[in-house]
Structures are given as structure tokens and as C-alpha cells.
């Protein structure tokens, strides 16, 4: 049943932030930690367990604390509150240079009076490792890294992307337990990007390491972790997998910030078996399917991603006994947006809302493609929505 | 390839003026350091004899070599004083009081001299000291040690924080991080400010002349005494040899910053 996906997510939501009994210990435990700069709040009783190999990320506007967090982590700043557990050690006050962690800078934060191979001998020199060991570390990483030929050089004398590999390279050297990396692939180009987080996951896979990346790039963080921490004003709103972020939002504010969404406020009128009906203003009345966690009267917000709605001239045939299964409002296109890959139709709805459609250009040479001031339907069925609290 | 543009007529003008402002007087006295004559307004033809003159004056090349030893060790300590007082300034901790102290800090640098000078020796006068080399060492250290507070302060603060804080998380303690990291590039800063030190306290006539004690003036001291009883042309000769080392140190100075710029970061301001 395709009502099946909102469920299981839902269950695995609510225990998402909390603790993981099944998988063991985690390697890393933030437990209620706190920072506050003067009176500014920037980390609130954040709680987090991360478990031995993760790609986690933290994912948040910029201000909402991730980078604080992030900090607190490396060693740069002391929490106010809280503990942060290390394979069950406390290493809150710890100093940067006595945790088993290592950090890739925005920046990348290069010593700019050192070579390349100084640079990423630079954590093992100082971890007393021998001179030859080192070198062989050196040639690995290098090689890891893709930079062979380059050792010689100054930071100044390579490319952004280069340095952005020399930097991962200087932090995976020492092995460390745990990798964080603080918007790594901002100061590089959208193709390079692209191609830079494909060999960053394949880089993790490989080694097998816990990486925590901090980001505002909600594409990446998508695209890279396997679960995502999700932080308001110094808070985590929400820890889920990718797809249970997108497709299960716990809440109005997440559903908006991580990608585009339809939202129709509206109050609950009945209760159908598993589905809801909900009256909204702007859209009419619409049928969804009923959220696992048992919702009370009163007003919610229903919200549909773009590319969940499907627009056809006529009304959707409906397959006998499943009448009931499709939302169908009526409307006029109001704005084409092109984007190569698909198209966004803003839709005005006759009930008096806009809605937004997203649709796969799927088809070259389409005669079919809608133009604006023309009459469409857009539909959708229940399980496409999400109830969310208003 | 930058562009070079074409200076206009007014600007050549201009700039011809300030530069023959600025450098006819200097250039006439390097001339007529090379003057024959015993008069100094009268030009008798090329010669070394008031080189020769100056390196028998053993008055002369006393004050001088004092001058050095004063302006060499005067600049290393204002150095080391000031660099520790720019790195505990923008690195350190926000405490309070900060602004005051910085602020503090560079009070001497737009301090009248005679000010300074007079406040030191009265210092001198109520602690006792011989007046002397250490005294005189001493107050261009309390003159030069802003400037190279200055020259610093300005070079740590075009300094990444993060590049510490990348050496503290590759094994770093933080003093370890300072050394590995920071000093070598501020070291540019670093020379740059003991260059302007020395040259600082190598020309300083009015602290020196509070300062310091019978039987032990420095250069600029005894020229001024000599050149009160009338202008010898030797003295043409010493001030063209202090005007090369001047112009020795300022260029190594600014070659330093220059270094410092080529690695991608601002230039210490000289």
C-alpha cells in the first residue's frame, strides 16, 4: 500500500533524535549541550547520538548554531552546559589538540608558508610518528587525494579545488575518529561541487570513517549524508534520513526549509477509515491520509510537495471505488517557470489559492506543454500530503 | 597586464615638485659631502677627504658607533616588547579595559618628543640612574615599541584566526600553534618593525638629548654640537653615510613586507 511510506517514517522519526538501543554504543553521544555568547543563545540543549561510521549532517539557516556545534566538537569552543561523549569518554573541555578529531576548516585554512606535503605532514609531525612512516602517510593521502605532482607546491600556486583537497587530506592524515568538515564544498563551483561530493562519499564509504559535515546547503546535505540533522535557533528541529526529511517533515518550518512545498491551512471535518477531510480556504476541501501520531481537531496545515501534483486538462479518470482517493482542483496557469529538467507551473486555484506544480520534461518536442491563462486540473492523492500542525 | 595610464602634464608637475621637495635638500648635501673645499657653500671640485676626515675623528666615530649599539639594542627589545604587546592585544582574550590599553599603547606615537623625553629623564632623576647608553637605550625603546606594536598588530590582523586553529587541530598546544603557525608569518612584520626601530633610534635627537649623560652622545647629538660652532663639511659626509644606511634598512624594510604581500596577505604598512 503506498500509505505505507508517511507511516513508517513517522515511527522512525520519533525515534530519530533519541537513542539508538539496537545499534550499541554510539561512537559520538551530545548530550543537552549548551553555548551561550553573551546573551545570545546559541546552542539550546542540543542531544545527538552518531553513530561509528555515519555521513551525518547539520543542516540549518545560517545563525541557528550547526557551526557552534561544530565547534564545540573540535575543541575551539567550551560548552556552557552538557556533555559530549567520545566512545564513552567526556571530552567537553578537552583541548583541539588532545581529542581524537580533526576538523577541514571552510576556508580550508592552509598554511600558506608550507608546502603541500609540509602542510599534510604537519598532524603527523606532531603526533611524534617517524620520519619514514610519515613520508609513506604523506604518498598515501597524496595519492587518496588525487594531488600527486603537486607536493612541491604553495597554497597559493593551486586551484580552489585543489586546496579543498589538500585540506581534506591534512585532516584525514592523523586517522582521526572523527571527521568534521565545516561547508566543505562552499567556495567551489556548482560542477565541481557536484563531482567534489560524489568522491567525498565515496572517500567515506571507503574508509569506513564518521564524518559530520556542517552545511546551508540543503542539496548537499541531501545528496551526501545518511542522516540529517536538522537545527533552528539553536536547536535540532529534526534528525532523519533524507527521505524521511523530505517526504515526512515534522514540522511547518522544516517542511518549507528543505525544498519547495504547497501548504493550505485548513481545520479537520471528519474522519474517513485511514483518511481525513480536511476543509482548507484556499483550496477547498481535501481528502488526506490520516498521520501515525494521532492528531486532535483543530487547525492544521496540508502540505504537498510541487512535484507530488499532477496537472492534466480534464479531470483524472478515477478508478471505480477510488473516487474518493484523488484531490482534484480546478485552475488556470498563472506562471511558467522552465528549468530544463522540469517545469514549474504556478497554478491559480479556483477556490482561490496558488499552487505549485512541478513537471518532468520528459518529452522533447512537447505539444502538450501548458500555456499560461490555460484551464487545468492539478490532482493529487492522500497519501501525497502532510498533515502538519499549524 | 595592468594597464599603465598616462600621467598627465599637471600630474608630472606635481609630482616632480613633491619629490624635489622632498629630496633637493638631501641630494645637495650628498653632493657637497663630495666637495674639495673647505668652505662649505663652495664647490671645489670632487673628493673623499671629509670620508677620510670623519674616519679619523675619533670623537666623532665614537658617537657614532654609541648611535649603533643604542638604535640595535633598543630595537630588538622595543621589538620583542611590542610584538608580545600586538599579539596580547588581538589575541587574547576581550577583556576589559582593552580598548584603553591599545589605545594606551599607542599614545607615545603621537606623543611630542619633548614630552617623552623630559617625563624619562625625570624618571632617571628620581631613580638615581647613571645617565647613559642604558638610559638613552631605554627611552627609544619606550619611543620605537608603538610603532612596532603597530606594524604587527595590523599584520595579525589580516591573519586568519583559523590557521591557529588549524595547527591546534593537528596536534598543537596553543603556544606550540603560535610558533609553528603564526610567527613565521608575522615574521615579515616582525623585521619590518625592528627595521623602523632602528632607523627610529638611529636619527632621534630630542629623547636622546634628555636622556642621555655627559661624555656618551649619541651621532645626531654631536652633530648638532658641532654644527652650532659653524658647519664642517665633514658633517655633510657622516649625514650621507647615515642617509645609506637609512635608505639600506628601509629598503631590506620594505622587501620584508613586500615578502609578506606575495604570500597572498596585506602588507605590514611602512
Known amino acids: ?390 | 597586464m595592468r594597464k599603465v595610464s598616462r600621467l598627465s602634464r599637471f600630474n608630472i608637475a606635481s609630482l616632480a615638485l613633491g619629490l624635489a621637495f622632498l629630496y633637493l635638500p638631501i641630494l645637495i648635501l650628498v653632493i657637497y659631502s663630495f666637495n674639495a673645499s673647505r668652505l662649505v657653500t663652495v664647490w671645489g671640485g670632487w673628493s673623499l677627504r671629509w670620508y677620510h676626515e670623519f674616519f679619523n675623528d675619533r670623537a666623532m666615530i665614537e658617537a657614532a658607533w654609541m648611535s649603533l649599539r643604542v638604535a640595535v639594542s633598543s630595537a630588538t627589545i622595543a621589538t620583542l616588547l611590542g610584538t608580545l604587546a600586538a599579539v596580547a592585544l588581538s589575541r587574547g582574550e576581550r577583556f576589559r579595559g582593552r580598548t584603553l590599553f591599545s589605545g594606551m599603547l599607542y599614545a607615545p606615537l603621537v606623543m611630542p618628543e619633548v614630552i617623552t623625553g623630559l617625563s624619562l629623564l625625570l624618571l632617571f632623576v628620581a631613580l638615581n640612574a647613571e645617565r647613559g647608553f642604558w638610559t638613552v637605550t631605554i627611552a627609544h625603546t619606550t619611543l620605537t615599541m608603538c610603532f612596532v606594536a603597530v606594524v604587527v598588530q595590523s599584520r595579525l590582523g589580516s591573519l586568519d584566526r583559523s590557521l591557529e586553529e588549524a595547527a591546534m587541530d593537528l596536534g598543537c598546544d596553543p603556544v606550540r600553534a603560535f610558533v609553528a603557525v603564526t610567527l613565521p608569518l608575522i615574521a615579515p612584520a616582525i623585521v619590518a618593525g625592528w627595521m623602523l626601530a632602528f632607523t627610529l633610534s638611529l636619527d632621534d635627537l630630542v629623547i636622546a638629548s634628555f636622556t642621555t649623560g655627559p661624555g656618551s652622545a649619541p651621532l645626531p647629538i654631536r652633530i648638532y654640537s658641532e654644527v652650532r660652532l659653524g658647519v664642517k663639511p665633514e658633517i655633510n659626509a657622516i649625514c650621507t653615510l647615515v642617509i645609506a644606511l637609512i635608505a639600506v634598512v628601509i629598503v631590506i624594510a620594505s622587501l620584508a613586507s613586500k615578502l609578506t604581500s606575495s604570500q597572498g596577505e596585506s602588507a605590514a604598512p611602512l
Open chain 1, 1 to 390: 500500500m503506498t500509505d505505507e511510506l508517511p507511516r513508517t517514517d513517522a515511527a522512525a522519526n520519533a525515534a530519530g533524535g533519541d537513542a539508538h538501543p539496537a545499534a550499541g554504543q554510539p561512537l559520538l553521544r551530545i548530550e543537552g549541550v549548551a553555548k551561550t555568547f553573551g546573551t545570545f543563545r546559541a546552542v539550546d540543549g542540543v542531544s545527538l547520538d552518531i553513530k561509528a561510521g555515519e555521513f551525518f549532517a547539520l543542516l540549518g539557516p545560517s545563525g541557528c548554531g550547526k557551526t557552534t556545534l561544530l565547534r564545540m566538537l573540535a575543541g575551539f569552543e567550551a560548552p556552557d552546559e552538557g556533555r559530549i561523549l567520545l566512545g564513552g569518554k567526556d571530552i567537553a573541555q578537552a583541548l583541539p589538540h588532545e581529542r581524537p578529531i580533526n576538523m577541514m576548516f571552510q576556508n580550508y585554512a592552509l598554511f600558506p608558508h608550507l608546502s603541500v606535503r609540509d602542510n599534510i605532514a604537519f598532524g603527523l609531525k606532531r603526533a611524534g610518528m617517524a620520519r619514514a612512516d610519515i613520508a609513506m602517510r604523506v604518498a598515501e593521502m597524496v595519492a587518496l587525494v588525487k594531488l600527486e605532482g603537486l607536493e612541491k607546491r604553495k597554497p597559493d600556486q593551486l586551484s580552489g579545488g585543489q586546496r579543498q583537497r589538500v585540506a581534506l587530506a591534512r585532516a584525514l592524515a592523523r586517522r582521526p575518529q572523527l571527521l568534521l568538515l565545516d561547508e566543505p564544498l562552499a567556495a567551489l563551483d556548482k560542477k565541481l561541487r557536484e563531482s567534489t561530493q560524489g568522491e567525498l562519499m565515496e572517500l567515506q564509504r571507503r574508509l569506513g570513517m564518521t564524518f559530520i559535515v556542517v552545511t546551508h546547503d540543503q542539496e548537499e546535505a541531501m545528496t551526501m549524508a545518511s542522516r540529517i540533522g536538522v537545527m533552528k535557533a539553536g536547536k535540532l528541529a529534526q534528525v532523519a534520513s533524507p527521505r524521511e526529511l523530505y517526504e515526512a517533515p515534522r514540522s511547518r518550518w522544516i517542511a518549507e526549509f528543505v525544498g519547495d512545498i504547497n501548504l493550505f491551512d485548513g481545520e479537520s471535518k471528519l474522519r474517513d477509515g485511514h483518511r481525513l477531510i480536511i476543509g482548507t480556504r484556499d483550496a477547498g476541501t481535501l481528502v488526506v491520509a490520516e498521520p501515525r501520531e494521532p492528531i486532535g481537531a483543530g487547525r492544521f496545515a496540508v502540505a504537498i510537495r510541487p512535484e507530488k501534483i499532477k496537472l492534466s486538462r480534464r479531470a483524472p479518470v478515477s478508478e471505480a471505488g477510488r473516487e474518493t482517493a484523488i484531490n482534484s482542483l480546478d485552475g488556470v496557469i498563472a506562471d511558467i517557470c522552465y528549468l530544463g529538467g522540469t517545469t514549474t507551473y504556478k497554478v491559480k486555484l479556483d477556490a482561490g489559492g496558488m499552487v505549485q506544480a512541478s513537471v518532468a520534461n520528459s518529452v522533447r518536442l512537447d505539444v502538450h506543454a501548458y500555456s499560461l491563462n490555460q484551464h487545468v486540473v492539478a490532482w493529487f492523492t492522500p497519501d501525497d500530503c502532510v498533515v502538519l500542525p499549524s
